[in-house]
């Protein structure tokens, strides 16, 4: 679980009581990524706890998305396995996957731009609960993302906060074991940051997060221990204390001149 | 439970064109119930192609080709003495089984959009050439002689009769629209509409988007079956012009120039092009084939909506404004 | 051995005749990733360029190296008129010219009417022992490889063809040193348009012409391009070697009918695995 202890503090709450003690519920095995010459993930043994809320940082192109998109079936791995709940889902199509517990929010916002809000949380419950629970879910949901006056609207008119917002109350209405979160802040104000933590610790309580974020601040808020990406490879993996503590991390990613934003 | 309601109103227009169908063939001579029999026949077609274009973004060149092969199916069992409505079934199954195969090998092996409009419309062609080169008596079903570019003729109807036959070809067109729009605002329906806006979103929630397509697309390969096999009753013969370029494309202009996604008009727009083409039939082929290019041409260019989205949008713009 | 020596040309001319055919939509679909559907009256026109020109006195080959000029011209007022409104909508533009296909063989029938015009072959015949051998299918197969190979320069040893090549990979980049990609597209369309017209030209003479010519040869074409993918000479040989060879044999054995059933029975097959045409299978980059 992660602690949900003063936000504003960015090194007193990362004591982790997130630690992978808890039973593992995701692990990878030498997982690798080539694009032709390019090994955009390199043999990355990731491990995570059931409950856990790990956050994934790293600069751009460390191979973050990659690794989630091998995760969740969008991309096969060259080499390796990713074990999840106890089955072997290397190479499993990404209907498969999500039906085994996997939720995901893609870096590019993927939404139906021409299906309304609730449309969205409807369809994403309909298919473990059916009609009329996936209807109490998606009001349910409308609620407590705030979105309740917006529920007819198509999302393609959305702001783009509004946007990002859609697509994690769509991992939520899907009521997965796992999310996966890429950059969920992108692109919003600093309230709409502070409300996605709130929201985000509140999933925590039931699911198992991993989450990409560049935003500093962010991660401080939420994170307990945080794994950081290097050229396709896990540089380092601590609390964000001793991450940020590091001096090959200051060199790599805040030397890069990426200090949060 | 539906995710989407359908209007109050809508009920009321299935209402209104309930009765227009019914009393209709009283205040139309024989000639014109025949008539509108076939452009009918042609909204089902339309409409069965709005189903796999229009709601779930699945474009096939080869609508016609369904349709062909619904029509020479009845045709043929006709010929073998089975019922009138066996045969009618037999092209729902042909129709239904050859969009199948071809959903099969389009979905599960991932063909992009282009690729599985470049396959169905070349289906379509050597289809064409298939059955106009079987003129010798020898190629033959049982007792069916497919005849070639001469095709089949002496084909039993389904209903003698003008206006019973209207009523029945009314009828399952009422039907059709109304439950196609109660699938499209179904969860089925719903998944097929995201399917059209973001495939690999519907993916990452658990759903096989794959099987979904393919059953769409094989539902509207069984529609057109029907309506090509109604087509073989209502005028006794069919040919492989059918299969023809021309007749391809014709099904994706009526769906183009009507506005898809709503299947209202894709019937509008086989019935305005329909009657339009039969006026121009009248002064030459050469010439309809000109204006239905030109049609195609045009409105991807300048209305790639349709003309009833357009009409519909063009309305609630005039209300905002007065606002 | 006269007789093998004899069905080989036979498939060779089948393999030749569907490369020529398919060059010009080839080159189209793997540097702009659209299908032109009017690529079939593109060989229509070249064809009556060659038909038009002979019965106003001309020699044959007058007409053939007109015949890619006059139908470039077209293809170029086509992107200029249609085709640039339409980038980035790929099944738009598929829309739009098979519009365009339906109105030009109106417009032709309208204009020509609708009897079929013929062009004697040239060439007579070639005696390999007891066989006789058109000399002119030689001629296609010849001038066949000329072309693939005069392509295959334009694209890897020009500045044109490096810049277009550099467009297709990334359009922001060759924007970057000052060219207009929009150009490129538009060379590129006149291009594979040119080509095709050339190919009707030289096709002329083996069939009789009509405005719906190029219904005959489309289905081929497009099974060709669709089966080769993207990379435009390796894919469109290795189809173009793999159906033509296809469909000779099964045309021998029963009807030309079949040999063409047989290759979309094959060219669904290969789609089946490998979506992206076979050139996919070779540059699946993970």
């Keep these: 679980m992660s602690d949900a202890s003063a936000p504003s503090s960015a090194f007193q709450n990362c004591t982790a009581s997130a630690g992978p003690a808890g039973k593992t519920l995701l692990e990878t095995r030498g997982l690798s990524k080539n694009f032709g010459g390019v090994k955009a993930v390199t043999d990355v043994d990731f491990r995570l706890g059931r409950g856990e809320l790990r956050c994934l940082i790293g600069p751009n192109g460390a191979g973050k998305s990659t690794f989630f998109k091998m995760l969740s079936g969008q991309l096969p791995p060259t080499a390796g396995t990713i074990l999840f709940d106890g089955s072997d889902i290397t190479g499993e199509p990404p209907h498969r996957i999500a039906r085994l517990g996997i939720g995901i929010k893609n870096q590019v916002p993927s939404v139906w731009d021409g299906l309304s809000v609730y449309e969205h949380f409807f369809i994403a419950a309909h298919r473990r609960l059916g009609a009329r629970r996936a209807a109490a879910v998606a009001d349910e949901l409308l609620m407590k993302l705030g979105l309740a006056t917006l529920a007819r609207r198509d999302v393609g008119a959305l702001a783009h906060g509004e946007r990002q917002w859609v697509e994690i109350g769509m991992t939520m209405a899907q009521d997965a074991k796992l999310i996966l979160l890429d950059e969920p802040t992108a692109g919003m104000a600093t309230d709409e940051v502070e409300r996605t933590v709130a929201l985000l610790r509140d999933v925590n309580v039931s699911t198992s997060l991993i989450i990409v974020e560049h935003d500093m601040q962010f991660i401080s808020m939420i994170a307990g221990i945080v794994t950081v990406f290097h050229q396709g490879r896990i540089l380092i993996e601590a609390t964000m204390e001793n991450v940020l503590a590091n001096p090959v991390v200051r060199e790599v990613y805040l030397g890069a001149g990426r200090p949060g934003r | 439970m539906a995710p989407v309601r359908l209007s109050a109103l809508e009920p009321l227009l299935w209402g209104a064109c309930a009765v227009v169908l019914a009393v209709l063939p009283f205040a139309l001579s024989t000639f014109q119930v025949v008539q509108i029999t076939v452009f009918l026949i042609f909204c089902l077609l339309a409409v069965s192609l709005d189903l796999s274009w229009g709601l779930a973004g699945l474009l096939s060149f080869g609508q016609a080709a369904f349709f062909g092969l619904g029509g020479y199916a009845y045709a043929i069992l006709c010929a073998n003495d089975e019922t009138p409505g066996a045969a009618l079934a037999a092209g729902i199954v042909a129709g239904g089984v050859a969009a199948g195969l071809l959903g099969y090998i389009a979905f599960y092996g991932r063909l992009s959009a282009m690729f599985l409009a470049v396959t169905t419309l070349v289906v379509t062609l050597i289809l064409l050439q298939v059955l106009g080169s079987t003129a010798d008596p020898s190629y033959h079903i049982g007792a069916a002689v497919l005849g070639g570019y001469n095709g089949m003729t002496n084909i039993p109807s389904l209903l003698p009769e003008p206006t019973p036959f209207f009523w029945t070809v009314g009828g399952l067109l009422f039907l059709l629209i109304v439950s196609g729009r109660l699938l499209m605002a179904a969860p089925f329906g719903r998944v097929l509409a995201a399917i059209r806006e973001n495939e690999r979103r519907v993916e990452l929630l658990g759903y096989d988007a794959r099987w979904h397509k393919l059953a769409i697309f094989a539902l509207s390969g069984a529609i057109a079956g029907l309506a090509g096999a109604l087509f073989a009753s209502w005028g006794g013969f069919i040919n492989p012009e059918v299969f023809s370029l021309a007749q391809s494309a014709q099904v994706v202009i009526w769906v183009l120039v009507g506005g898809r996604g709503s299947l209202y008009g894709a019937a509008i727009g086989a019935f305005l092009v329909q009657a339009m083409t039969q006026y121009l039939g009248s002064i030459g082929t050469a010439y309809t084939t000109l204006v239905l290019g030109a049609l195609l041409v045009s409105f991807v260019l300048v209305m790639p909506n349709g003309l009833l989205p357009t009409f519909l949008r063009g309305l609630s713009s005039i209300g905002i404004r007065q606002r | ?286």
């Design chain 3, 1 to 286: 051995m006269e007789y093998l020596i004899v069905t080989l040309i036979g498939v060779v001319f089948a393999i030749a005749s569907l490369v020529l055919l398919a060059l010009g939509l080839a080159i189209i679909y793997g540097m702009m990733g659209v299908i032109n559907l009017a690529q079939g009256e593109f060989i229509m026109l070249g064809a009556y360029t060659v038909v038009l020109s002979s019965a106003h006195g001309l020699q044959l080959w007058v007409g053939m190296a007109m015949a890619p000029v006059v139908v470039g011209v077209v293809g170029l007022v086509v992107e200029r008129c249609i085709i640039r409104f339409l980038y980035g909508r790929l099944l738009d533009t598929m829309l739009a010219t098979w519009g365009l296909s339906l109105g030009l063989i109106a417009a032709v029938t309208l204009i020509l009417g609708p009897s079929t015009e013929g062009v004697a072959t040239p060439f007579g015949h070639v005696a390999i022992g007891g066989y006789a051998v058109s000399a002119y299918n030689l001629f296609v197969i010849a001038a066949t490889g000329f072309l693939v190979a005069l392509t295959w320069g334009v694209f890897n040893r020009t500045r044109f063809g490096l810049i277009a090549r550099g467009a297709m990979q990334n359009a922001d980049m060759v924007a970057a040193l000052g060219i207009h990609p929009p150009t490129i597209y538009m060379m590129t369309f006149a291009l594979g348009s040119a080509l095709a017209g050339l190919a009707g030209a030289i096709m002329a003479p083996l069939t009789g012409v009509v405005p719906s010519l190029g219904l005959a040869f489309v289905a081929k074409v497009f099974i060709t391009v669709t089966v080769g993918g993207a990379a435009i000479f390796s894919g469109t040989l290795g189809a173009g070697t793999l159906l033509g060879a296809i469909e000779s044999a099964v045309s021998f054995i029963s009807t030309p009918i079949y040999g063409q059933v047989a290759m979309l029975g094959c060219a669904l097959v290969v789609l089946r695995f490998a979506p992206q045409g076979i050139s996919g299978l070779w540059r699946r980059s993970g």
